[in-house]
């Protein structure tokens, strides 16, 4: 926990480029919510709004005055999202504005989640990008009051966002930024996720280009990549991110059985192992899918809790509904389904075809499917 004195600023932990912080019940309601669908911020909130699972969720609690916690925030952050009033965030800030060249992105969000607000450093600190990205994630409205200010690029450290993409390394970031903003050729190679991420009325511009794979990118000899997928890449396509970056949507699926009792670790060890073989990354996993009878396993809700993946179950009857490859009397004789992980994994998914058919390994069943999603563009 974070205790806040005057006088002094507060050791916080930065493990992401944005802030997210909040104040009352239903703004922590909202933040942690907030915090599921968009995936770039760290979230603070009070401690007397502690709910007992912030540990692992890596959510840090705070005892004492927001006031106190800004001046850090304000050092370490790119942005700081405030689900505070405009007003008083205003007068908090105040004494802590340098110059639009150092001043981090401030936003503020209203207690009902309605209205998200570009408040501070809108064109270079990004706030008003930020605004627009963090508002269709959570399905709000954004308030940009720049009457200049027109979105007509992709906001490389913000692509994806509102689906919950996250990127590998912030390394090339602002490289790649430069790339795009200069209208250098850039490369846009998809292999997974959501395909209308493009979402303004006008066409894209001319200098990025959408490439059908990774050998067509490399030959075209781009100055800058975005590579979306869920696959670990090859040798030879690290050339696309010597100025690149790569994105992981959350696009698998992950069916899994266990004995009563499994321990979190052995599940998560064969999640990677199981992962690694298939030379998939552990970012772009969605959702766990399993039977109903384990929707209380102590060791799946706490690997849930400690990645933010979505949890489902489904009935024994659901699960029968599925045609798989490999059904099996016993299991039907102890949970009345034919199987677990392979018809989870199917339906949650929404496919007919998986990545991983039953891999049994120790007290663990795993089976793994990609998500299908719509053609866009």
């Not at 692992?56 to 405030?82: E, H, M, N, S, W």
């Not at 981090?104 to 998200?116: E, N, R």
């Not at 590579?227 to 690290?238: G, P």
């Amino acid at each position: 926990m974070i205790s806040l004195r005057e006088g002094e600023i507060p050791v916080i932990e930065k493990r992401k480029p944005y802030a997210l912080v909040a104040i009352t019940k239903h703004g922590v309601a909202h933040a942690r919510s907030y915090a599921e669908k968009f995936p770039y911020a760290d979230l603070y909130y009070m401690k007397k709004f502690e709910q007992g699972d912030e540990a692992v969720r890596q959510i840090q609690l705070f005892d004492g005055t927001v006031r106190l916690l800004l001046p850090a925030l304000f050092q370490q952050y790119k942005g700081i999202i405030c689900i505070i009033s405009l007003g008083a965030v205003v007068r908090m800030i105040a004494p802590l504005l340098i110059d639009k060249k150092k001043d981090p992105a401030v936003l503020v969000i209203d207690d009902k989640g309605q209205y998200v607000v570009s408040v501070l450093s809108g064109h270079i600190g990004g706030a008003n990008a930020l605004t627009n990205e963090f508002a269709n994630a959570i399905g709000a409205t954004p308030v940009v009051t720049t009457a200049s200010d027109v979105q007509k690029t992709i906001p490389v450290d913000l692509f994806g966002a509102q689906f919950g993409w996250v990127w590998d390394s912030e390394e090339k970031l602002t490289s790649v930024s430069a790339s795009v903003v200069n209208e250098e050729h850039v490369a846009i190679v998809q292999e997974a996720g959501e395909r209308n991420w493009w979402m303004y009325e006008r066409p894209m511009p001319t200098n990025l280009k959408i490439y059908p794979s990774t050998k067509e990118a490399i030959n075209a000899k781009p100055q800058a990549t975005l590579l979306i997928t869920d696959r670990l890449i090859d040798a030879h396509e690290e050339v696309l991110i010597e100025n690149g970056v790569i994105y992981r949507p959350k696009s698998l699926v992950l069916g899994i059985g266990c004995n009563r009792g499994t321990e979190m670790e052995e599940i998560e060890q064969v999640i990677d192992e199981t992962l690694a073989e298939l030379h998939l990354s552990k970012q772009s996993v969605k959702a766990v899918a399993t039977i109903n009878l384990k929707k209380n396993e102590i060791g799946l809700l706490s690997l849930i809790a400690k990645h933010n993946w979505s949890f489902v179950t489904y009935t024994p009857e659901q699960l029968n509904e599925m045609p798989f490859q490999n059904p099996s009397e016993t299991v039907f004789k102890y949970t009345g389904a034919y199987g677990v992980s392979e018809p989870a994994a199917l339906r949650y998914a929404n496919t007919k075809e998986l990545l991983l058919e039953k891999k049994k390994s120790g007290n663990v069943t795993i089976s793994v499917a990609k998500v299908t999603f719509e053609e866009g563009l």
